[in-house]
């Protein structure tokens, strides 16, 4: 299919416009460039052209670029904040760890456990948790917790989908059939324990756990689909990768790094009603503070231990991290979960993206582009339909 292209003349008036109202993030855009790698962009690393808008300020759904112009977050921060930037209940959370902690613990404290508490709550598969600082280092450690609890070697994971950038699960992510696509500096033979599969065949799924028999470890999926439901699965899939596994003495691993407390406050597997062995946590668990989290059934948990083999509980893997439970996103992931709990955020965004979605058709009907939109619970998708204009 060919992707329709911008006529020269138009693009060029576009850029023009865009440059001229943000002459100062174009300035930053430089300076930036000369010292962050990739194209000076720290964080969120998509390619913006002609450069990326830099902000001075943001609250609620509103945010503010350094030359005064104003936008309404529809990226909601990619999913995190849900109570909108700058919430006085995670900003009070925050303060009073503070006041409480100073910027860091790095020793036990009662918010990890006040925050595994709401967690387990609303996550009846998960037993036991280990906190750890982003989603890519849950994926991974997940990948660690069930090699070393079944004593096999090699994962299982689908096309397209991703699982952050660690070494172990970053072939063929984000977009299917494209190989390490977003990152290199990986042996090729690296993946050698990795097996690929299109989503949606549970017939090859079968066939790869009998052909690799006694060697899975585990099943890793996004359960709502790659890039939470860009690529949606087909109905039941999920239930039936559960009994496969089942079948199979193999681990059924929810990568809910996307998906929790968005899509209910209970995650993917709540709206599916499918228990995993082990779910990986991530970015809205810690109300916007950097975390992530592996959590599920606790005999599995159980080759989490310590390094001291004098301990009560030596365990053959040692996930260890100086920023893991950090007071701060303890305090905001507990605040978080609180309103959630109270309030209609969730339903209100699933809604939203629904009306949106609705919208954007519309529009794109009259105008006749090849364009179409659906939502995922609340998560928006954008295609082409393949129609020409």
């Known amino acids: 299919m060919n992707v329709p292209k911008l006529r020269d003349e138009r693009y060029k008036q576009v850029v023009a416009e865009y440059e001229k109202k943000t002459p100062l993030s174009r300035k930053l855009s430089k300076e930036s460039c ?47 904040s849900y109570l909108g930037h700058r919430s006085p209940a995670i900003r009070k959370a925050i303060i009073s760890a503070l006041d409480r902690y100073g910027s860091h613990l790095a ?8 925050w595994a508490e709401k967690v387990m709550q609303h996550y009846p598969s998960i037993q036991r948790i280990k906190i ?36 172990v699960l970053s072939f063929d992510a984000l977009a299917a059939g494209s190989g390490t696509f977003f990152t290199s500096g990986i042996p090729a033979n690296h993946w050698d ?35 939470s439901g860009g690529t949606p699965l087909a109905e039941g899939f999920q239930q039936q990768l559960r009994d496969l596994t089942t079948k199979y003495n193999v681990l059924l691993v929810f990568d809910e790094v996307a998906t929790c407390f968005k899509v209910a406050i209970g995650g993917a597997q709540q709206v599916l009603g499918v228990r ?74 699933i809604a939203s993206a629904a009306e949106l ?28 339909t393949g129609r020409s204009i």
């Not at 690393?45 to 529809?74: C, E, K, M, Q």
């Not at 690929?196 to 689909?225: H, M, R, W, Y």
């Open 193 to 227: 324990n990795l097996i690929t599969l299109p989503p949606n065949d549970i017939d090859i799924v079968e066939k790869a756990l009998q052909d690799n028999s006694g060697q899975i470890a585990a099943v890793v999926f996004e359960p709502l689909g790659a890039a």
């Open 132 to 167: 750890v600082n982003s989603g890519t280092e849950a994926t991974e450690l997940a990948c660690q917790i069930a090699r070393s609890f079944t004593a096999k070697t090699k994962i299982i994971k689908f096309a397209g989908h991703h699982h952050g950038w660690n070494s």
């Open 107 to 114: 020793m036990c404290g009662e918010l990890a456990t006040r």
């Open 34 to 80: 000369k010292r962050i790698v990739p194209m000076g962009a720290p964080g969120y690393t998509i390619w913006h052209r002609p450069y990326p808008i830099f902000i001075d300020s943001a609250r609620g759904t509103r945010l503010y670029d350094v030359d005064g112009n104003l936008y309404i977050d529809l990226f909601n921060d990619q999913g995190i």
């Open 276 to 349: 995993p062995d082990l779910t990986c946590l991530g970015k809205t668990a810690g109300g916007g503070i950097p975390i992530g989290a592996v959590g599920g059934r606790e005999d599995v948990m159980s080759v989490a231990g310590a390094l001291d083999p004098r301990a009560e509980h030596f365990g053959p893997l040692f996930p260890m991290g100086s920023f893991c439970a950090h007071p701060f996103a303890m305090a905001a992931g507990i605040a978080f979960i609180d309103e959630l709990e109270t309030g209609d955020y969730i339903r209100n965004s």
């Open 357 to 384: 979605a609705e919208g954007i058709n519309d529009i794109a009907a009259t105008l006749k582009l090849n364009v179409r939109a659906h939502a995922t619970y609340s998560f928006l998708h954008f295609g082409l």
